[in-house]
């Protein structure tokens, strides 16, 4: 692919959102890391599909219906190809990452793990990919281990081999959304593989940021949220390897995903229906596909390109402006991290921060971003978290150093 | 600064950088109870010693924002010496305050004026209410405090 011209001033007019104001100023959007923003495509295609085409999917034999199943399957094939995965069957829709990483818990888990199992989590997880693995782990005896962090919140690997003894699944993040850490995905799923363990991607701040691709990887599942990568919210995507997810039993019951129903019992859908019990989310589906068609017309390398940049520029210009009054957490060199920078301002309190920034039009999140479990061993309570996305450029930097410096007269 | 002064006004700045009763108190004979915000990650802890219900001392573990530290500093400064009734009152017209309606704060603060000085300091926390996400922080210690009247009364 031809790589773009990338022009942040150009795509931020693409995001309609972002030419509204807050309190007086215009916005600054700095919490893709929680939610990004939509472009006006994607708000539209959604639209016209409820103007157009609205029927239920995989049911009715009439034009409308045949269009709608179509929009689906072919979103389901742009994902298959966005993430370079064997087969469209492998792509299941899911309603968000964490439900994607609840079907694995409640399907694959539940069938393949008894008591004396383990199940080892890098200490960066969200809270959506360790509490469905606590769950399982109080109905049975099955250990959690946690791969422990060096100070500047990068997983410590020195022991891993004694780590992955006994282990059957391994579950790691691909970027923290947290610290912004990237992981050694690769190197993990191939540690894992050696000890025959499987290894579950948490893909939720990657996907948007960079390319993702399954088969170089060599994980077993990845799952990720569509609203994160310019898509709408309701829909997530569990990735599987065909020859496990044929293995595995059905996750919620009902219809689309059987393939007959007696008064004695049923037999299961084919993959990947076999795990979409319901009408699914057909607007937000489509949704979906028109958001990885936007991401890929940029292109993912020039995403990445474009946010190492801006990482590097705030971190150099927030570290000469505020010097030791201002602690960006995590790796400090911008090849091992994402846009998400978590901050600590002098003894400001990250909630206080945060209110005095969106005086300022700037948005964003305060508080333990959902990883209480390594706030914990970071020593922290809470952070303030900016993250950057395609929009973004260096003025909203500057705007937000702005923004921390009037937050320091407040509370001097 | 625009448009904060309401929010952060300098009673509230000033019991934030200089919490009164903050520390703790040995259990017994203090009762404790430690309240959460889980939405940011604040947590406080409450310690009152009683004599015949009468609140002879009061200190504030933990830690949060300004709101929520200004919060509970300012509330042991209104509870300290009362029994556990009339600082059940106080906290009655303190949530008063805080559940009043952006819009009703004319009125509110016409119906605070009957009673001057009622509330003193904890006055200050009304511009709150135009920040719904900041009432928790300003209500996180007097809950928690609530929690030690009902193991009292139970
Ligand atoms: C790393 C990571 N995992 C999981 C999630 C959960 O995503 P969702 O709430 O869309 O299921 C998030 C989003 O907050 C995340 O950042």
């Known amino acids: 692919m031809s790589k773009s011209i990338f022009d942040p001033q150009v795509i931020k007019k693409e995001f309609p959102l972002l030419e509204r104001s807050v309190n007086d100023n215009p916005i600054v959007y700095l919490d893709s890391a929680a939610t990004s923003q939509k472009p006006i495509e994607v708000i539209e295609r959604m639209n016209d599909y409820y103007k157009e085409i609205n029927a239920n999917v995989h049911r009715g034999a009439y034009h409308i219906a045949e269009l709608a199943t179509e ?4 979103t389901r094939r742009k994902v298959h190809r966005f993430i370079n995965s064997n087969s469209e069957k492998e792509i299941i829709f899911t309603k968000n990452a964490t439900e994607a990483i609840n079907l694995v818990s409640y399907s694959w888990a539940r069938s393949q793990l008894t008591d004396g199992d ?3 989590l890098s200490s960066l997880e969200h809270h959506s990919n360790i509490v469905p693995w606590q769950q399982l782990s109080s109905e049975r005896d099955i250990e959690i281990r946690w791969i422990p962090i060096t100070h500047d919140g990068q997983l410590d690997l020195d022991n891993i081999d004694e780590l992955l003894k006994g282990v059957k699944l391994l579950c790691v993040t691909a970027v923290s959304n947290a610290l912004g850490t990237i992981n050694p995905v690769k190197k993990l799923v191939e540690a894992a593989h050696k000890v025959g363990a499987l290894c579950l991607v948490d893909a939720c701040q990657s996907t948007p940021h960079f390319e993702t691709d399954v088969t170089d990887l060599g994980a077993d599942f990845i799952a990720f949220s569509g609203h ?3 898509g709408p919210t309701g829909i997530g995507v569990l990735w599987g390897r065909l020859e496990i997810l044929e293995n595995m039993p059905p996750f919620l019951g009902g219809g689309e995903m059987i393939l007959n129903v007696t008064s004695d019992g049923f037999t299961a859908n084919e993959l990947p229906w076999k795990f979409e019990a319901g009408t699914p989310p057909i607007a937000e589906i489509i949704g979906l596909g028109v958001a990885i068609s936007y991401l890929e017309k940029i292109g993912m390398g020039a995403i990445r390109e474009h946010e190492q940049k801006l990482t590097s520029y705030a971190l150099q210009m927030l570290n000469d402006r505020f010097g030791n009054d ?3 957490h995590g790796p400090q060199n911008p090849i091992d991290r ?5 901050l600590s301002y002098r003894d400001v309190h990250p909630h206080d921060l945060s209110q005095v920034l969106d005086q300022y039009g700037v948005c964003v999140r305060a508080g333990h971003h959902c990883c209480k479990p390594l706030m914990k061993l970071m020593g922290l309570n809470a952070t303030a978290r900016a993250s950057l996305y395609i929009y973004n450029d260096e003025s909203d930097i500057d705007v937000l150093a702005d923004a921390i410096n009037e937050a320091g007269k407040i509370f001097a | 600064m625009t448009g904060l002064e309401d929010l952060y006004k300098e009673v509230i700045l000033d019991h934030y950088r200089s919490p009164r009763n903050k520390g703790e108190l040995p259990t017994p004979p203090a009762i404790m109870e430690e309240g959460f915000n889980p939405l940011c990650g604040d947590d406080v802890k409450v310690y009152v ?4 219900k009468v609140i002879k001392e009061i200190r504030i573990g933990g830690q949060g924002c300004s709101i929520s530290q200004a919060s509970a500093s300012m509330m042991t400064e209104s509870v300290l010496g009362k029994t556990l009734d009339e600082a059940k009152e106080v906290f009655e017209r303190f949530k008063k305050m805080m559940s009043s309606h952006e819009n009703d704060l004319n009125s509110a603060e016409s119906s605070l004026d ?6 003193g300091d904890l006055e200050a926390l009304k511009g709150v209410v135009k920040y719904p996400v900041r009432i928790k922080c300003a209500t996180l210690g007097w809950n928690t405090f609530d929690q030690i009247i009902d193991s009292v009364e139970n």
């Open chain 1, 71 to 74: 929009e689906v399957e072919e």
């Open chain 1, 118 to 120: 383990v199940i080892l």
């Open chain 1, 228 to 230: 994160k990568m310019c």
């Open chain 1, 326 to 328: 201002l602690i960006i």
């Open chain 1, 338 to 342: 994402s846009g998400v920078l978590s």
């Open chain 2, 49 to 52: 010693i009683l004599e015949d």
């Open chain 2, 114 to 119: 009957e009673t001057p000085s009622s509330l």
